[in-house]
T-cell receptor, first 114, second 112 residues
């Protein structure tokens, strides 16, 4: 049973560096979502893809953040010039994209910016 | 503007008690979706339910039940005969115009 996987699970970086995270969705799920979660808060929606098309992006998302899903399978989330406020858990979820649109979440990537 | 409000930050109950987690949402859309997720101590979010705005029927799944009331913009979640394994943070969420909004969560502790 292959669920949503994310890599790396933990990332520590220095302020100003660029980081990239990868998400592999459940096979044949055509929707993929990125969220950010900080301690004591609910997940904050960042963006989502329908196949390779990025259909929605949070209005709060800084232009230092970019996401891709080039072949409609795995996705990457890049953060440029990281800031300490970027420290959070970055969650990926996928869904079949049909009427019963259940989102299945991965374990997350924990980012710490020093 | 806050889209989803979970006023209860923490709740503790004794095992076998019933507990209701409150969720109030706001939206301008006539078509929208509401969700509940569970986040156990292990950290991975688990989907519990998705409900569209046209279906106000209450739903029951085992010990879980949901009460959706559009008149009060509420989508409350009840766990009957709670168990220690129910201890987790529970999030209510709203899909509103392809943007997803989660509440701040309610931390439930079930005491054996």
């Amino acid at each position: 049973d292959t669920g949503v996987s994310q890599d790396p699970r933990h990332k520590i970086t220095k302020r100003g560096q660029n980081v990239t995270f990868r998400c592999d969705p459940i096979s044949e799920h055509n929707r993929l979502y990125w969220y950010r979660q900080t301690l004591g808060q609910g997940p904050e929606f960042l963006t989502y893809f329908q196949n390779e098309a990025q259909l929605e992006k949070s209005r709060l998302l800084s232009d230092r953040f970019s996401a891709e899903r080039p072949k409609g399978s795995f996705s990457t989330l890049e953060i440029q010039r990281t800031e300490q406020g970027d420290s959070a858990m970055y969650l990926c979820a996928s869904s079949p994209g049909r009427d019963t649109d259940t989102q299945y979440f991965g374990p997350g990537t924990r980012l710490t910016v020093l | 503007a806050q889209k989803v409000t979970q006023a209860q930050t923490e709740i503790s109950v004794v095992e076998k008690e019933d507990v209701t987690l409150d969720c109030v949402y706001e939206t301008r859309d006539t078509t929208y979706y509401l969700f509940w997720y569970k986040q156990p101590p292990s950290g991975e979010l688990v989907f519990l339910i998705r409900r569209n705005s046209f279906d106000e029927q209450n739903e029951i799944s085992g010990r879980y039940s949901w009460n959706f009331q559009k008149s009060t913009s509420s989508f409350n979640f009840t766990i009957t005969a709670s168990q220690v394994v129910d201890s987790a943070v529970y999030f209510c969420a709203n899909e509103d115009g392809n943007q997803f909004y989660f509440g701040t969560g309610t931390s439930l502790t079930v005491i054996p």
